[in-house]
């Protein structure tokens, strides 16, 4: 009989009286999904802004939550043309007031009528709003000069990760050495890590050249796809551009030669261009793989299979909450777009209030209309103070013994490494904690700046780093880095 209980737990049905659902007999892939962006030390920011609330001393007033790319959190202020057409999209007695422009009125009013009973809180169709589909498809033909866009090729989608999330799942397949291997940075955005680990797939690391300012090199693609080779069965290749966490934006040469490897192997391709407004580099520009793909010509553009992610959340835009986003496939297999319609219907649609910001994202005022002039002043304004502030961290950051900072070309954050005194390593260790965690469990409890370990991101064997989000206001900024500087000399002076 023990024998027997002991056989039905290991097939998850368990012994009466104990839980249903327990940590042994749950979805063992779920146990692997780690995503660093919100683990422990966020867990621990929050706990100590409970603490000072209550009224406890520690010796800083505030957390400055540097650990998350949430523009508006961190004082960014909204759009206002955007927040308007959400206002009237949600409550449409606003359009009877003259205190909107006409061309806010105009864009809501055309929202709502593609909406069910003019009504933004009705389903929507599965693959989103048409006349959404069809200005994104318009936008990303401006963008990338004339080459067509399909609207039947957009599915709008619950911000980009929703997006990315439903792709993987596609092509997710095979068992042993034919399951399916996909090709991920390192350092890579956790949630590639997250999802692989929960649909069962095999990760495959390449790592970027941190001496050449993050790129890309072929040469380690190929090694990563052979090694891979003898245990998986690599299908897709995963690119973020510009890069999250390390802040590189790809040269148009190099998106070329990924593209002409991808072809030559037989890779899916999966690009993640959510930062395509935020370049701030000199000489540097952001192109689209699309538009890349496009100019080499049919050899490869009639082939590749290829989808691309944008979403509301970053740029300028930074609205993380409406969780807005869309994808664009590219040469999907016709048999296998009905299978990613039929998935994306399972869940009825991405939220409608996401979608119409998306709209506005990809259709925003135009000259000589009455929103156009403000629009761009606040768009500028945001651009140019992220770009100033990508400076300002590379230059503060370099100038502390122990820490060297790449130049933030491009996106929000900075991936400075850092050099930890071996006993501070030994330390770690003991506690079974990661170095770089131990450094930022470290710096959260003794200065209130909380950012996340490079480990969550991935680094090269023996390297330590920490993301940083250059999102707070410069002044606050400024604080930050320099709180940074003095804890890092103090944690070297500890620790030697």
Known sequence: LKHLHQKMSENGALPRGGKVLTVDTMNANVKKVDYAVRGPIVQRAVQIEKELKEGVKKPFEEVIKANIGDAHAMGQRPITFFRQVMALCTYPQLLDDNKFPEDAKNRARRILQSCGGNSIGAYTTSQGIECVRHDVANYIQRRDGGIPSDPDNIYLTTGASDGIVTILKLLTAGEGRTRTGVMIS????????????????VQVNYYLNEEKCWSLDISELQRSLQAAREHCNPRVLCIINPGNPTGQ???????????QFAAKENLFLMADEVYQDNVYAEGCEFHSFKKVLFEMGPEYSSKVELVSFHSTSKCYMGECGFRGGYMEVINMDPEVKAQLTKLVSVRLCPPAPGQALMDLVVNSPKPGEPSYQTFMMERTAILSALAEKAKLTEEILNTVPGIRCNPVQGAMYSFPCITLPERAINEAKAKGQAPDMFYCMKLLEETGICLVPGSGFGQREGTYHFRMTILPPTDKLKILLNKLKEFHQKFTQQYS
């Open 249 to 259: 934006v790809q040269s148009r040469q190099c998106i070329e030669d990924v593209i």
């Open 186 to 201: 390192i350092p890579q955005y956790p949630l590639y890590s997250a999802s692989i680990a929960e649909l069962g797939a």
